[in-house]
């Protein structure tokens, strides 16, 4: 299995702050890397797709970057909806593996 | 708007039996991948198990191969999981969720709110 690591597993930043989440994998996923965020009592989110697409939807904020093992997610100008955890996942092999996620704060 | 709906979740008994279901709307739903994933407390995210639009194609982790059955019956746009031998350790909240199609793509584009299955 393709191990998944992201980093940091929490950070705590305040409203209009701009913050970036790295994910690395234990061997080269391509392209195939997503993005999610998951809220308490709400249902998960796609964010972005094959590393660097942007979900129908969701703010220009958002953004993705990286191939092979290295990935990054960057939000700017952070809103109060955007405390959450947020999810890495490669697609790159049959059914695909996650980070363990980064829980961003408010500071 | 897609929308995707689960349940069937509660308490078992190691060793029972659950099936959960998953109501979509909003889309064509025998046209599309489906998918199961769970959040294991305290050890994240894993992907349960993949079916194809017709049911003709289904993929299971490891974990719960054997076990576990993914079917669904399109005439209701209705997914479902039927858990086996539980264990302790399936205890999670369970989603279901879309693929980002069209075709397969492998990433879940939508997601239900999730179901939460204690095993005790």
């Known amino acids: 299995d393709i191990q998944m690591t992201q980093s940091p597993s929490s950070l705590a930043a305040s409203v209009g702050d701009s913050v970036t989440i790295t994910c690395r994998a234990s061997r080269s996923v391509n392209k195939f890397l997503n993005w999610y965020q998951f809220k308490v009592g709400k249902a998960p989110k796609l964010l972005i797709y094959e590393a660097a697409s942007l979900q129908s939807g969701v703010p220009p904020r958002f953004s993705g970057s990286g191939s092979g093992t290295h990935f990054i997610l960057t939000i700017t100008n952070l809103q109060p909806e955007d405390f959450a955890t947020y999810y890495c996942h490669q697609s790159y092999t049959t059914l695909g593996t996650f980070g363990l996620g980064t829980r961003l704060e408010i500071k | 708007e897609v929308q995707l709906a689960e349940s069937g979740g509660g308490l078992v008994q190691p060793e029972g039996s659950l099936r959960l279901s998953c109501i979509a709307s909003?889309?064509?739903?025998g046209d599309w991948w489906m998918h199961w994933v769970r959040l294991l407390p305290g050890k994240g995210l894993e992907w349960v198990a993949r079916i194809i639009g017709d049911g003709s194609s289904i993929t299971y982790a490891d974990s719960v191969k054997g076990r576990f059955t993914v079917s669904r019956d399109n005439a209701r746009s209705t997914l479902f999981l039927q858990m086996h031998s539980l264990r302790v350790d399936d205890t999670a909240v369970y989603f279901c969720?879309?693929?980002?199609?069209?075709?397969?793509?492998?990433?879940?584009?939508?997601w239900g709110l999730g179901t939460l299955v204690t095993v005790s």
């Open positions: 909003g889309f064509n739903f």
């Open positions: 969720a879309r693929d980002g199609g069209p075709g397969f793509q492998g990433y879940a584009a939508y």
